[in-house]
């Protein structure tokens, strides 16, 4: 099982709003003993942070974060799997935000190799 810890992931598509290709909401992602956590900003988000759990290629998480627009925070949970994507992971991840159903794909920032 590779491990998460030090990964940065940045949001490629969303059912929630427009992801900014320019922009992306970029996640960095910390796990210890199947433990998760991390942060993210980008986007329509100012800040956010996130905490959870791993099994095998499965993630469970809490998160909440500030909007760029302002406006109450935005909390909720989100369920994701690990994939092995073109260039690195992927993360698919099904999440809901005010009770609505919603799916997000991010996929792994590597090293440039310049």
């Not at 900014?20 to 992602?29: A, G, I, K, L, Q």
């Not at 989100?78 to 935000?97: K, M, T, W």
Request: with cysteine; hydrophobic share 35%.
């Amino acid at each position: 099982m590779v491990s998460l810890d030090g990964r940065v992931f940045d949001m490629v598509s969303s059912t929630a709003s427009r992801v900014d290709p320019e922009s992306p909401t970029r996640f960095v992602y910390h796990e210890a003993d199947g433990v998760l956590w991390g942060e993210y900003s980008g986007d329509t988000v100012t800040t956010g942070r996130f905490v959870g759990t791993r099994a095998g290629d499965r993630i469970d998480v809490r998160f909440v974060h500030a909007l760029v627009a302002g406006g109450e925070p935005v909390s909720g949970a989100a369920s994701s799997r690990i994939e092995q994507g073109e260039r690195g992971l992927r993360l698919v991840e099904d999440f809901e935000v005010d009770g609505v159903p919603h799916l997000s794909v991010c996929a792994e920032v590597l090293p440039s190799s310049d």
